[in-house]
T-cell receptor
Framework: SQQGEEDPQALSIQEGENATMNCSYK?????LQWYRQNSGRGLVHLIL?????REKHSGRLRVTLDTSKKSSSLLITASRAADTASYFC???????????FGKGTLLTVNP | DTEVTQTPKHLVMGMTNKKSLKCEQH?????MYWYKQKAKKPPELMFV???????INESVPSRFSPECPNSSLLNLHLHALQPEDSALYLC???????????????FGPGTRLTVT
């Protein structure tokens, strides 16, 4: 069963606006990762945040992690039409390699 | 080179056919993965190879048979598939690291499989 649940399922914004996506999970994790997938293509890794980290930045991306609430958020600032994609959070727990993906948020950035 | 390549890009096969999907990476990663993704759904893990040995099989039907002939190549052999097996099959690779040491995965573009 999926570990992560993204919210919202779909988000439509105008170019230049910020986009925030949330992810909740159920069990303890080692790290949480965010991936982007353009329509029907492979996934691209965006950022990895470890369970002992609270916030991480990469370019226009900001990820937060609250392990007490079992939740994470991805903020994309100054969005562009090229940011249109599905965004998935994925968790790694236990002692293995397994990435468990959430259901994803479909982000549409209108020019 | 940070690319994972997959061939073919598209595959149409009948239920009695045998075909193979191929995946290649030259990043020196020793962990490789197969995922299955249905439309509008997240990827689901099928198999994990670590140091060319099968590490995880997520109870995948035997009509899917993975193979890792060397550290750069990963194959998925398909036989007697069902129409419900139609999906995007994604290959990924990563540095080896379990649990707290788990690393990010690099994905190929996928093979779009249609079973008729």
């Amino acid at each position: 069963s999926q570990q992560g649940e993204e919210d919202p399922q779909a988000l439509s914004i105008q170019e230049g606006e910020n986009a925030t996506m949330n992810c909740s999970y159920k069990t303890s994790i080692n790290n949480l990762q965010w991936y982007r997938q353009n329509s029907g293509r492979g996934l691209v890794h965006l950022i990895l945040i470890r369970s002992n980290e609270r916030e991480k930045h990469s370019g226009r991306l900001r990820v937060t992690l609250d392990t007490s609430k079992k939740s994470s958020s991805l903020l994309i600032t100054a969005s562009r039409a090229a940011d249109t994609a599905s965004y998935f959070c994925a968790t790694v727990g236990g002692s293995n390699y397994k990435l468990t993906f959430g259901k994803g948020t479909l982000l549409t950035v209108n020019p | 080179d940070t690319e994972v390549t997959q061939t073919p890009k598209h595959l149409v096969m009948g239920m009695t056919n045998k075909k193979s999907l191929k995946c290649e990476q030259h990043m020196g990663h020793r962990a490789m993965y197969w995922y299955k993704q249905k439309a509008k759904k997240p990827p689901e893990l099928m198999f994990v190879y670590s140091y060319e040995k099968l590490s995880i099989n997520e109870s995948v039907p035997s009509r899917f048979s993975p193979e890792c002939p060397n550290s750069s190549l990963l194959n998925l052999h398909l036989h007697a598939l069902q129409p419900e097996d139609s999906a995007l099959y994604l290959c990924a690779s990563s540095q080896v690291g379990q649990g707290p040491l788990a690393r990010e995965q690099y994905f190929g573009p996928g093979t779009r499989l249609t079973v008729t």
